[in-house]
Structures are given as structure tokens and as C-alpha cells.
């Protein structure tokens, strides 16, 4: 049963919650919250066993429950057991308590041996807490009725007990209850007033005065802090006991100012929390002639047990509200949260004529990190791009995030889209400074869209979307505003999707060829391999137009498997026309690396094809050697071992760390096209193509110029004495046929 753990787990407990609260009585309650958890787990069979029998089930034949079995699973404890389900057959259990009291226990069980994860049993345990505190409050509400022609004092008890149950089954905040709680004990009492205190979790020797009724607003700051044994109240929760202190204003166990107030008369009764002293219950009253009776002293000591139990059930939804709002990795308000915000921003917008903005943001290439830094690397840099983000934000704005690398910042108040964008740049500047995680520093960059309007919440968001995903269509490290045009764009991205993925089922993948030449002699040193998508109605797509749809979709590892065996087939042929050993060169990318298959991938292609690995040449991106990616760097040593030789593209636009250059088993830099093209101007860049010459000469690596198309450009390379050259100045890329009737007059190839 393992699973994405964050957002699912939320996701079910938010519902769980709100189903358990529709039902109206017991057996309703116990058979839907039963029901409800098989659904949240997808498992085929839950039970709720309480009393040493089964009293709610689903997913077993009429008349076929195994009682026996689940009461084994039961005795097993908290937790993820085997057992046997009758005429179903084996399965594995997970169990929680719902009442130790009574004995009562919520199981789920799915068919097989799977065992449960570490967050469905966290899960388990809060769905039972859930329908722990329903069932607690229905059995009030069923005491209330019953009693309701029983005396006036236990009836209106149950009445004020009700209705703060009522409060929290609703999901009113902590604080709300809280000032139910006194507004309870002042209608049940009569007393003018009412302090409900509470100790400082912070200092156990001091309390704080969570909720009153009936004190003087100047009073406030003087009865905000006291000492346990200071007052009624204190002095309630020192001895653990009801305690009544008449003459109030001469008691020398009273807070001075206080009994200024000109209180006669207080009682106190201690609030425990699972059997621990919390806080006090205290009522007082100015009436000279008020004397406690023995009953009020009990029904007192009955509320501030009642408000007990409240409290902590207001606070076990709080926080179970809390975190099904919440992202729990960033802490940051979750899609829910933010689409409610969102909605409420658009009413005030509509209302007031202000504006309303939504920048959503998606990190480019995480991915890369995550898989070559493993996933606490990658968890680390999310909360500490969350970090920057609120940084960036203003109080009154609502970051979030939304699951994986994709945040969203609900931007209210704005005068108009330009806000946004000034916005958005303060934001990728922010993001664009490096990040230290684990010891490494970290580059990171965003594309962000931004959509504005006052259409529903949803439509804005995603038109949010959809700007993001022109701005990560554009190279990433941007942002764009949303037009109209830009959903006709996205639908026929997701349109290309669908044909791509198809085209990976129906092979309609060719081969390119670009020669790479060595510039002393000008002979063919090697010939680079390039995809090209054969499409049935579209013609030829270049890969620009489909290889970063594939890298986001996954279906690059299965087409790069494709081309690797194509190219490995095609260069084995070249000796035979005459090319001697032409090397042929394979980009793998990031996705690839990750492949747990990728070694046996390239031995099986060598082995098939009959290629000398030292033929071979895989392409890497600097974009896969952030430091400390040793899972990379197992996988490079297992190539290296096979005698594959590596090369390193586009060397100078990512890390660029001269460290990965000694550490990773690489035979080849290729200067990055940027630095090529600023050649044939001189200058800095001629400058910077110099040292990358000079800087794989001192590791002994071989040097390729990519992208040469210009004489002025050739010449100057060759100045700089740069071992390999390609370009369209030297040849374009050509299919198979033709580049075999080049390597079969392969002295035509030479440059001169």
C-alpha cells in the first residue's frame, strides 16, 4: 500500500472528517466512517470491532464476516498485520483506537502481502480520532435527550455541553470555543464573572487567561499572567480541587488587582487534559450575599470536566484542520487553502474594485537535483525556496504551494498587472541566488506565470497555469502574462502529448547525422546522432519542438533506449564503407541517467549491434553534476568500466565546477554554441572559449567547438588549438542513406 504520502493523506482526513459529520445518529456514524476509510485506503475490506466483536463491516459476503481474524488483527496492536480473511484469502491489516475504554478499534485490510506505509498508519490513527470524538459528542447529544425531563441543573449542563460540541464539529477555531466555554459557565452559574485560564506551555509555574467574561477592558493586562496558587483559579489548579474563596477582596492568595474589581465571592474547578491538570474554570461574583451551594460546586467540577474534553477535541480538529490545509513539508497553506482565499480576494475585488493577481511558479530542472542529490536534498530546497518566497511576499499576500515543485502566490490589492510583474522579477532574482543544501551550493531558476481578472478562483489559477507553462515553453527562468491565445497553445501541447506518446508506441523515430571533425587534419573523428520525429501529418519535428515535452513526460527514457540501439547498429556498419573508426556520439539525458536500466540499456545495444564501446560516446549536460551526485557518478564509473567514452555538452552554461572536471570519469568538453558564436567578434567571449581550450587541455580532456558557422569562427578555434570541431559550416546533419555516401568518400569530408 505505499503511496505519495503530503497531499494525499491530507486530502482523505479532510474528507473523512466531513463525511463523519453529516450523520445523525450512531449507527450511521460507525457504518459510513467504516465505508469511508476502505474508500480513503482503496483496500477492499474495513471493520470496526469494539467489545470483542464486529459491530460495522464492509467488503465481505453477507453472512461471511471473519470475525475471528479481525479480532487477531485487533489483538496484533497499532500497526500492519498479516491476516487471514476467510473465503478472500490472505491480507494485511492496519488498526487504530478509537476508544480504549471500550475497547473499540478501526481496521482496514486490502488483499495480498503489501504492508502498510509509515504515513497510511498515521492516517489510520487520525481517522480514528475523528470518529472518536463524533461518537462522544452524538452519546451527549443522545444524554441530553433522554434527560431532558430530568432536573433543570443536569439538563441545562447537557444543553451548554452540547452546544460546544456543536461549535467544534462545526470547525470554529480554538479561540471560539474557548470564549464558549466562559460564556457557558456565566449561563450556567449566573455569576457576573467568568475567567477561563490556562497554563503557559512555555513556563508550567505560569497561567494565562485564555477566554473571561464580565471583566473591565482596563483589567485585561493585570489578569493576563498570574502564578499557579495566585487566585481561585490558581489555587484550583495547585490543590486539584474546587475551591471557593469568600471575602475575595480581603483573601491573601488573590491576584490585588483582582479583588480591586470588587469581587465578594469566586469558585474555581481545575480543567485536566488525559488525567493532566491544564488550566481552571473560575466564576465570581459582586454580590455580597452569594454563598455556593454543594450542587453548584458539582455542576462546576462536571463543566470544567466537559470543557476538558472540549478542548481537546477542538484542538485535535484544529490541528487535523490545520494539516488538511496545510503543506506539511513547507508548512506553507496547500491548493484548498489558496482557492479559498482566492475566491474570498475576487468577492472583495468585485466589491471594492481592487485588483487581484496570481503568479504561479514552477522550478526548472528540479527534477535533476532530486534524483542526483536524492529526495532530502530536494526537500531541503523547496522549503528553502518556500523561505525566499515569503520573503518576497507582503503580509497580506498567501503563498503556497501546490505539490511537487509548483508554488503559487495570491497577490491582493494590486493597482495592475504591471504590480505582478515587477512582482515576478523581485521573485526570479530572489530564487536565482544560489542556495547551500546539504554543504552544495545550488542553482535554481523559475518560470512563473501571472493571470489576473475577476473570473472564478479555479479559472484564474489556471490561466496562471498556463502562462507558466508558455514561460517554461521559452527556455524557463521567465515569467509570462496570461493572454487567451496562450490556452490554444497549451491545448495543442497537450494534443502533442498524446501523438508523442504514441509515436514512442508506433516507432516513428529516425536518425540524423552531424560529423564532428578533428580541425589538425580535418578527418571525420566522430559523427553525432540526432533524433528526429517522423510524424504522419506533421513532417519532420525537429527536437526542439518535442525533446523537452519528452524530458516532462518521461517517454525521453524509452526513446533515448530507441536511438541509442539505432545509432550503436548504424556506426557498426561504417567500418565496412571504408570510415575506419569513426566514434559515434549518443546525448543521454538527465531522465536517462536516473534510468535504474540505463548500464544494462547500453550493454545490450553494444552487445546486439557488435560495437566497441570505445566507439561509443555518451553526451552528458553539466546540468547532471551538481556536487555530491554520487548516484550519477556510480553510473558513470559502471560506463567507463564498459569502456564507453564520455563527453561533457555544452560546458560553460551550467555548474560549471572546475571540481566535477577531476572527479566524473569524463574524456570530452564541448564548448557550449554561446561562447562559439562571440569567437568570430573577438573579445570576451573569444577570451572565455580560450580558457575552456586551456582548461581541458590541463585535465586531458579532448576539446569540441559546437555550433561553428562562420570561416572567422574556424579559423580562430583552430587558432586556439581546440582538438574537435562541428557546425553548419562544416556539414549539417544528414539522414543515414546520405551520411553513408559521405563516409564511403569520406575524403570529400575532410575540412580544409
Known sequence: MLRE???????????????????????????????????????????????????????????????????????????????????????????????EAEGAWLLVAGLGTESFAADEII?????????????????????????????????????????????????APVREVLQAITTAAEALLGDEVVSLRMIDPHDPTVTMTVASNGF?????????????????????????????????????????????AGLKTAMAAPIHEKGQIIGSLAVATRRPDRVYTEAERNMLAAFAGHAGLALMDARTVDAMLHQALHDPLTRLPNRSLLLDRLEHALVRAGRTGVGVAVCFVDLDEFKTVND???????????????????????????????????????????????????FASRLAAELGEPFVIQGAELFTSASIGIASGSAAGDDVLRNADVAMYRAKAAGGGRYEVFEPKMRAALLERIELESELRRAVDRDEFVLHFQPIYALADGSVAAVEALVRWQHPTRGLVPPAAFIPLAE????????????????????????????????????????????????????????????????LVLEITESVLAPGSEKTMDVLRELKRMGVRLALDDFGTGYSSLRYLHEFPLDIIKIAKPFVDAVGGGGGGATLARAIVDIGRTFGLAVVAEGIEHPEQLRRIRAMDADLGQGFLLSRPVDAGTLQALLAGVDDLRVA
Not at 129 to 145: K, Q
Not at 375 to 401: F, K, N, P
Open 216 to 260: 473591565d477592558p482596563d483589567l485585561e493586562p493585570a489578569i493576563a499572567k498570574g502564578e499557579i496558587g495566585v487566585g481561585a483559579g490558581g489555587l484550583a489548579m495547585r490543590e486539584d480541587r474546587v475551591i471557593v474563596v469568600e471575602n475575595y477582596d480581603r483573601s491573601p492568595a488573590v491576584n490585588p488587582d483582582v479583588a480591586s
Open 552 to 615: 516532462e513526460t518521461g517517454t525521453i527514457v524509452r526513446i533515448g533506449r530507441g536511438v541509442l540501439r539505432a545509432a550503436c547498429s548504424e556506426a557498426a556498419a561504417w567500418p565496412a564503407l571504408g570510415a575506419g573508426e569513426v566514434a559515434v556520439t549518443v546525448n543521454v539525458s538527465a531522465r536517462q541517467l536516473q534510468d535504474p536500466d540505463l548500464v544494462v540499456d547500453v550493454a545490450e545495444a553494444l552487445a546486439s549491434s557488435g560495437l566497441d564501446a570505445a566507439r
Open 5 to 99: 504520502a503530503t497531499s494525499w493523506s491530507t486530502q482523505q482526513l479532510a474528507e473523512f472528517v466531513a463525511a463523519v459529520s453529516s450523520y445523525a445518529d450512531e449507527a450511521a456514524t460507525v457504518a459510513g466512517a467504516v465505508e469511508r476509510a476502505a474508500e480513503a485506503f482503496e483496500v477492499e475490506t474495513a471493520a470496526l470491532v469494539a467489545g470483542g466483536r464486529v459491530v460495522a463491516s464492509v467488503g465481505f459476503p453477507l453472512g461471511k464476516v471473519p470475525e475471528e481474524a479481525l479480532l487477531s488483527a485487533v489483538e496484533a496492536g497499532v500497526g500492519s498485520s498479516s491476516v487471514s480473511l476467510g473465503i478472500l484469502g490472505p491480507a494485511t491489516a492496519a488498526v487504530a483506537s478509537v476508544d
Open 372 to 422: 542526483s542529490l536524492g529526495h532530502a536534498a530536494g526537500d531541503a530546497l523547496l522549503v528553502a525556496v518556500a523561505e525566499r518566497m515569503q520573503r518576497c511576499a507582503r503580509a497580506s499576500d498567501t503563498v503556497a504551494r501546490l505539490g511537487g515543485d509548483e508554488f503559487a502566490i495570491l497577490l491582493e490589492d494590486v493597482e495592475d498587472v504591471g504590480e505582478a510583474l515587477a
Open 123 to 171: 492516517l489510520l490513527r487520525a481517522m480514528a480520532r475523528v470518529l472518536s470524538l463524533r461518537l462522544r459528542t452524538l452519546r451527549a447529544f443522545e444524554l441530553e435527550r433522554t434527560l431532558r425531563h430530568e432536573s433543570d441543573t443536569a439538563r441545562a449542563l447537557l444543553e451548554q455541553t452540547a452546544s460546544i460540541q456543536r461549535l467544534i464539529l462545526k470547525r
